[in-house]
Structures are given as structure tokens and as C-alpha cells.
């Protein structure tokens, strides 16, 4: 909203020089050369974007969203979608009750929450979900819940790629999935699809990161024993766009994350 309201003052700066109409009253000597007006609304939308909302509590569900966003990250392709308090038990939600009850009850705990839809197309092809603990037990929790169930899978490899950790302590992994016609009714043409899902966990401080991202594919299917040479770099070079977005997002939610009540 900040940026947009700079904008619509810059470009009425601009249509307003450029009016034939006779002005008011005379300029004065202390009138701003439009040099100076365009670059002091260049740096203060510049400050806006790096400080988002001022770190302290409470935090709103939408002020958490957009610490999310994807923005430019993500070949700018995802746009965010629907805000969701986490803390409150989401009706509808298929496992009931709180989110995340699905493996446990630490989910009840989170202080402040929020969950972002990300579309691509306007299809529903991705969430972020950020967590602020008061508890750092819980933080921990959160993650060894996500490094048992990911291990119990016998199909999943977890950390596949070796990168530089995001936070404190992260896992993530990468898989392909064939989303049928009859199950895609959620997509905006319901259609056979072939994504790779990317999922990446991490902790900051009080703060807990989840997020997956479905990529629809370029390369052809393959035998999963014997991939081709195409399809694995497909995979890295997808799940590179993720590890950057992740990367950015553990950056923003810092100063939040690290906050102490």
C-alpha cells in the first residue's frame, strides 16, 4: 500500500509539470527541482520495502503474510493468495481442529501464526506457513516432528542437496508427483499435471519456517530408477528457485523470530 500510494504521487508530480494550465501563485525560491522529489520518493519506497512493520507484538496474521511473500523471488511467477490465522482452529480444516493437529498438538502453542496461499497461475500451488513460539522447546519440537515423519517415509530422501543451512537448523527435500484429472478439481482447469514438490523446514530463533511449492514440470517423464540427465537438472535448477526464496524469507523473518517478549 506504501509503495503504491509513492507511486500515485509520483506520477501526479509528473502530470501536474506537465499541464498547460496557468499555476496559482508564482514559484518561489523554495520550490523542490522534480530531480529531488522523484529520487526522495525512490529512496522512501526503498525504506518501506526493507522495513515492512516495525517488530513488535502483537503480530497480525497479515502483517506475518508479508514477511512471505515471494515478491521477485521465484522468477516472480508466485503470487500470495489467502492470509490464515493459524493460532485459531481452522474450520473445514480436513484433519479438524488446529492446524497441524494432523501430528500432534504442538501446533496449539504457536503464539503467533500465519499461513499464505501462493498461486501460479492462479492455480493453488503452494503455502508458507510461519510460526512464532514463546517456547524454544517448541521450536524444536516442531522441527523433530518434521525430521520423524519425513524419515518414516521410505520413498522420501531427506536433504538431497548439499546447500549452505538456512536458520538454525533446516531439512528439505525434492519429489515428483502425477496429480490425476479426477483429484485436480482445486486447479483452475482441472487437468493432469506433472509437479515437482519442493518442501524446505527451517528454525530462527522463536520462529519456525514451512513451506511447499509445486513446480509443473518441462522435461518428460522418466524411470525414477534411471532419471534422465535432463530431468535431475530440471529437479536442482526448480529446487534452486526455492532454496533462494527460503533463503530470502529467513532474512526478513529474523528480526521478528529473534524478537523476545
Same mark, same amino acid.
Given at each position: ?53 516495525? @517488530? ?23 503470487? @500470495? ?151 535431475? *537438472?530440471?529437479?536442482? *535448477? ?5 532454496? *533462494? ?17
Amino acid at each position: 500500500m506504501k509503495r503504491l500510494t509513492l507511486l500515485l504521487i509520483f506520477f501526479g508530480i509528473l502530470f501536474s509539470g506537465c499541464s498547460a494550465q496557468e499555476p496559482i501563485a508564482p514559484p518561489t525560491e523554495s520550490s523542490i527541482p522534480i530531480v529531488e522529489l522523484v529520487a526522495e520518493a525512490i529512496i522512501a519506497t526503498q525504506a518501506a520495502e526493507v522495513e515492512i512493520f516495525s @517488530p513488535e507484538f502483537p503480530y497480525s496474521p497479515a502483517q506475518l503474510a508479508t514477511l512471505l511473500e515471494p515478491g521477485a523471488d521465484l522468477e516472480g511467477r508466485w503470487t @500470495p493468495s489467502t492470509v490464515t490465522d493459524i493460532t485459531q482452529p481452522i474450520p473445514g480444516y480436513a484433519c479438524s481442529g488446529y492446524y497441524g493437529s494432523c501430528w500432534g498438538d504442538w501446533a496449539k502453542d504457536i503464539s503467533y501464526g500465519a499461513q499464505l496461499l501462493l498461486l501460479l497461475d492462479e492455480d493453488q500451488l503452494g503455502e508458507i506457513d510461519f510460526m512464532y513460539f514463546d517456547d524454544l522447546a517448541d521450536v524444536e519440537n516442531a522441527y523433530q516432528l518434521f525430521l520423524s515423519k519425513w524419515s518414516s517415509r521410505e520413498t522420501t530422501t531427506i536433504n538431497p542437496y548439499d546447500r549452505d543451512p538456512i536458520g538454525e537448523q533446516w531439512l528439505h527435500r525434492a519429489k515428483y508427483y502425477e496429480i490425476v484429472e479426477e483429484d485436480s478439481s482445486w486447479l483452475k482447469e482441472p487437468r493432469d499435471l506433472d509437479v515437482l514438490e519442493v518442501e524446505i523446514v527451517f528454525s530462527r530463533c522463536h520462529g519456525f519456517v514451512s513451506f511447499y511449492l509445486w513446480f509443473p514440470t518441462q522435461t518428460p517423464w522418466s524411470s525414477s530408477e534411471n532419471p534422465s540427465a535432463e530431468r535431475l *537438472a530440471e529437479k536442482e *535448477a526448480l529446487f534452486n528457485l526455492a532454496y *533462494a526464496y527460503a533463503r530470502s524469507i529467513d532474512g526478513r523473518i529474523t528480526p521478528y523470530a529473534c524478537n523476545e517478549k
